[in-house]
């Protein structure tokens, strides 16, 4: 089996509404050479390597938000006979990206995601939230294609803009990083999670929220 088959990013599906969605800035934290920074970052896999290594071998797995493809590359890595399929918004650039690392990506919305139900053993959505502007919607549709586990992180408010600001960072915002429309704490996180999901995991790795859990059955 192929280790990230999906729908090529040449045939998108229907995006209308998708651009309503807020992106965010592009910072990539990802390939950060600030010590500080990258220390976070690894705080951050140690905790995702734990949620997505207490996954049984997913035969299918999504990742809503791909943006630059670091997380699915990591998926690939670990899980070789996994398919694979990426999810974001329409960006010509992204695309070439996601052509050059060979992922298998589709542009969409995620209220409105092209798969049939229980699709997907595994949906990953890293730093997504925070951008909807219908986070219900996007949990529902999620939990529609997602027969198995969640693994979904968002910024640990007011933690994530406290640290902006000590850094110098968008400070007429309050440390507001550009784009983020919704502010979550663990706890508010977690039920906002749980109203689909049996939450089975949180972890905080500064400074963010993390949560694996399991789709509810219905």
């Known amino acids: 089996m192929s280790n990230h088959t999906g729908d090529n990013v040449d045939t998108p599906v229907d995006t209308s509404g998708a651009a309503a969605v807020p992106t965010g800035n592009t910072y990539d934290k990802y390939a950060t050479t600030n010590p500080i920074e990258q220390r976070m970052m690894r705080g951050f896999f140690d905790a ?16 809503v938000g791909i943006g630059e493809g670091v997380v699915t590359t990591r998926l690939r890595e670990r899980f070789v006979d ?9 960006d010509p650039e992204l695309a070439a990206h996601w052509r050059s690392r060979d992922l298998d990506c589709v542009f969409g919305d995620v209220t409105r995601l092209p798969y049939p139900d229980s699709s ?26 997602c027969s198995g586990t969640l693994v979904a992180s968002v910024p640990f408010e007011p933690i994530w803009r ?12 309050l440390g507001n ?16 999670v749980a109203t689909r999901f049996d939450v089975a995991d949180v972890a905080s790795p500064l400074p963010w929220t993390m949560i694996r859990a399991q789709r509810r059955t219905p």
């Open 48 to 63: 995702f390597d734990r949620f997505v290594g207490a996954v049984d071998a997913p035969k299918r797995i999504l990742e």
């Open 82 to 90: 996994s398919s694979i399929v990426g999810l974001d918004l329409p």
């Open 120 to 145: 997907f053993d595994l949906v990953l959505a890293i730093e997504v939230f925070e951008h909807f502007d219908d986070t219900g919607a996007a949990l529902a549709e999620i939990a529609r294609v």
């Open 162 to 173: 406290i640290g902006n600001m000590a850094r110098g960072r968008y400070l007429r915002d």
């Open 177 to 192: 990083t550009p784009g983020h429309v919704n502010h979550f704490s663990r706890r508010s996180f977690s039920r906002f």
